[in-house]
Each structure stands twice: as C-alpha cells, then as structure tokens.
C-alpha cells in the first residue's frame, strides 16, 4: 500500500471538497424499459431481448414500478419531485452500450433540491442533494478470468437496460470520514425502505467521487477529479486519502491538477488517470425521441408518499423520546427496518422499551453473531422476548434466570414460560419456602453470621449468594435480602 510523502502539516494547509455520485439499481423484477428479468449471476447474454440490445425497431417503455421506487428515494432524500420531467439520450460508444448511448435524464431530471442529515464524527451536519435522477444502465465488459483475456474482452449484456437511479449530492463533505458517513446513511435509507437491496458485491451500489483540493479559508473550488472502482466502502475512504493527498503533493510541487477521470487501482493504493473529464456536451444530450415525458401528478405523488415506511432518522428519534433509550441503542435498533420492527413488537409485548433494547442489543444479538443469524430469522419471537422481560419485571424471573433461559428459547424456539414450567425454574418469592433455605445456609455458616453480627455488613453479599446458589438460582434476590435481615436481626 502506498504511503504519502505528504506531510501531515502540509495537508491541514488545505480543505478537500468531496461530493459523490451514487448509482443505485431499483429493486425491481425486471428492466426498466422492456419485460427482461432482473437476474444476477444469469447465464451471460440470456437476460435480453431487441429493446434492451438496441435492435432496430425495438421500443422502449419505462416501468411504473421503476418510477415508484425512485419517487421513494427522491422523499426519502427530502428531494422535490418535479411533476414533470424527461429522459435524455447520453450519447458515448462503449463495447458494453449496445444502443450506442444511455437513456438518461439531463436537464429534467425527476427529483432535485434535496438533502440528507448524516452523523459525522464532528456531529450532526446536513449533506445537499442536488438530483435524484433515473438511467438504464450498460452491460458489463469482463477482462480477465478466460484463457485468452490477454487478447480480448469479454461482453455480458444482462445488465444493460437495468433501472438505475442516480443520487447526485452537493460537494458538502470535507473529508473522507464524511463521504463514508453519507454513503453508508444513503445505503440504509434506501434498503429501509425497499427501494434497493445496495449489495456492492452484486453491483447494485457504486459510487464515484469528485474530489478538489484548496486552502483553507478560500471559497473557489479548486480543479476537481472525478475518482471511479470504488466498489467497497473501505475503497472509497482509502481512494479519497491518497486522491487528497495526490492533489496537494502536485500544488505544492508548483504543478496544476488536470480536470480528469481516474481509476483507484486497489493493489497499489493509488489513483491512476483513465482519460480527460468529459463535459456535458461531449455527451451530445438529446430528447430521448421513444418516450413520452413523465409526468407525476399530485395524486399519484400523495399516493406514494402514503406507503413510505418511517425513515430510519425519525425512528430513531421517536425510539429515544417514546422509550427513553440511547442514542447509542436507537441507532443500533434502527440500522435495518426488521431490526427496529422486532424491537418494537417485543417492548408491545414486554410493556418495558428500555429493557427490552437492552436484551436486544445485547443478549440477543450476541446470540445472533455467534449463530450467524439476522434478526429478521431470529429462532427467539419478539412476542417470546417481550414475554421474558415482563416476567422479570413481574417478579417471576430473576435476571440470572432469564440470561440463562434465552439460550434455550434460542435453540428451542419456545416461550419462556413453557421453559420455565418444564424445567420448574419459577423464581421463589414465597416468604415460607425462602425461610426454609436461608436457615439452611445460617446454620451451614455461622462464621460469617457472627462476622455479620460484628459490623461486617458486607458479609451480606455472600450470604445472599449462598442462598441464591441453595436456591438454583431461583430465589428472588429482594425477598432473600428482606428474610436474612429479619432472621440475623
């Protein structure tokens, strides 16, 4: 891995300006255009049909579900859905492109005006978006894994003419920490909702960024470069270092920073360029002449709004303010939408939402881990759980009890009150039952009674212990306190 010759002093001189490009596949059945499923790892070229290999002749039509699923983004983004906007031809040759361009939205776009609220390590900051946009999108070239890919590339089409929506955000972020904050909200916003599964390694979420360079306190931009392969969370951050520091390196060298596309080569850590920063109008944009405008009315618009679930910000805050939890624990119980829907159904259940996360960030989820489970086909109902946090909190179960009865409901997948009635683990509160066991361990230890008796009141805790031990653990703690008192005097 590379490592900088730039001098940690020399870099604090400058500021990065960041903004990201996101291209996200719908989570539709099919194509956006034609009736081709939606399939990876399909048999290269079987996913195709005249309209998405651009056949003379061949009509595109555009998917309502498609639309729906970017007008969900554009809200949840808190974009302003224009009511009527209009696809574009993108014109570039490319093996992969076999219209010899992309249906794209330019000047129209679908969605614009948004923004996204992200915590950064320096705090709450809001993100601009600039455009919610929709494009199909190419195939894919392959240029290794045959016997002879050190002649030629290989072409698979299935991709081309799947639905994409691109989210444009304003260059607000000033570090690669932020970039990677604000992709990683953007991917949980759109999965909560249901507008895409983002799986990175299936090519459902890619991303480029535009990085620039200047001194700090100065208000112009400097000459930007826009970084592309950044196919992995972890790739962007280290892209975005090595590109910051490439770019004060060059100026302080005296050189100038080429407006440009490059490449992040993940072997060497480095950014390489690829070819000159095209302009819009390299792209020769047009109408697109095979498709009507698309129009949103207010009803339709109303319509989609009203099937939005609770974004994941604001169920975090109402968890915080409705069950007092922290914003540690909100955070957690809202990272995906099954997550917060089982909390929500188990605290019902238990009458108790601050315990009840507790037992969800923790026991439960540690169960999880080790198990290599997700919460959405957790062996443990939310209704079984609720039940054995309000069994604690009645008194019937000690908290020892229950961690040692949740393994079992986990591997059973059954109540906790059927456990407890096979097993006879019901916790003694019966005041008679108690002064039968704590005489029993009186009499089993009368040197710390009489070091009881003495002064020594922290012997209590051993003693508590003993009968808590005596009782398999199913006195209830609070009672045994109250019977060794009364029976030590």
């Not at 020594?456 to 006195?475: E, H, I, N, P, W």
Request: hydrophobic share 35%; glycine share 8%; aromatic share 6%.
């Amino acid at each position: 891995m590379a490592v900088s010759a730039v001098a940690e002093s020399v870099l604090t001189k400058y500021e990065p300006v960041i903004g990201l490009e996101v291209h996200v596949q719908l989570g539709t059945k099919t194509k956006i255009f034609c009736s081709c499923p939606v399939e990876f790892g399909a048999a290269p070229n079987t996913n195709v049909c005249p309209v998405c290999l651009g056949l003379p002749g061949a009509l595109p039509v555009l998917s309502r579900q498609a639309v729906e699923l970017a007008i969900d983004a554009a809200i949840a983004l808190h974009c302003k859905v224009n009511p009527f906007s209009r696809f574009a031809r993108k014109n570039y040759f490319y093996p992969d492109l076999p219209k010899g361009y992309q249906i794209s939205q330019y000047d129209q776009p679908l969605a614009e005006h948004g923004y996204l609220d992200v915590l950064t390590p320096a705090g709450k900051k809001r993100i601009g978006v600039t455009r919610v946009h929709m494009e199909d999108d190419a195939g894919k070239s392959i240029h290794d894994g045959f016997k002879d890919s050190d002649r030629y590339t290989y072409v698979d089409l299935n991709r081309s003419g799947t639905p994409l929506i691109e989210i444009v955000s304003e260059p607000d972020m000033r570090s690669p920490d932020e970039a990677y904050v604000y992709l990683t909200e953007i991917k949980q916003v759109l999965q909560y909702i249901g507008v895409s599964d983002c799986d990175m390694e299936k090519g459902q979420l890619r991303c480029d960024a535009n990085v620039s360079v200047r001194l700090r306190g100065e208000q112009k931009f400097g000459t930007k470069a826009e970084v592309k392969n950044l196919n992995s969370f972890r790739f962007l951050k280290m892209a975005l270092q090595h590109e910051i520091e490439r770019q004060v390196e060059l100026i302080e060298s005296g050189g100038k920073v080429a407006q440009e596309t490059r490449l992040y080569n993940v072997e060497t850590g480095r950014t390489v360029g690829m070819r000159s920063k095209e302009q819009a109008h390299d792209y020769r944009y047009f109408p697109e002449p095979d498709l009507v405008p698309l129009r949103v009315s207010e009803h339709w618009l109303h319509e989609v709004k009203n099937r939005l679930p609770e974004l994941p910000a604001d169920r975090r805050d109402r968890f915080m303010s409705e069950y007092g939890i922290r914003e540690y624990d909100a955070q957690v119980l809202t990272l995906t939408r099954e997550t917060g829907d089982y909390f929500e159904a188990a605290a019902k259940a238990a009458g108790d939402g601050k315990t009840t996360a507790n037992w969800v960030t923790g026991d439960l989820m540690g169960l999880l881990k080790a198990a290599g489970k997700e919460i959405s086909n957790s062996p443990v109902k939310a209704e079984h759980l609720g039940e054995l946090v309000a069994l604690i909190n009645k008194g019937e179960l000690s908290g020892k009890l229950a961690k040692d009865i949740l393994p079992k409901m986990f591997e059973t997948g059954e109540a906790p009150s059927v456990i407890v009635e096979r097993e006879g683990l019901k916790q003694i509160s019966d005041t008679g039952a108690l002064e039968k066991i704590v005489d029993e361990v009186i009499a089993a230890n009368p040197k710390q009674v009489e070091q009881y008796k003495a002064g020594k009141t922290a012997v209590m805790g051993f003693l508590v212990g003993q009968v808590m031990k005596a009782s398999r653990g199913q006195a209830n703690p609070a009672a045994v306190n109250e019977v060794l008192k009364k029976r030590l005097g």
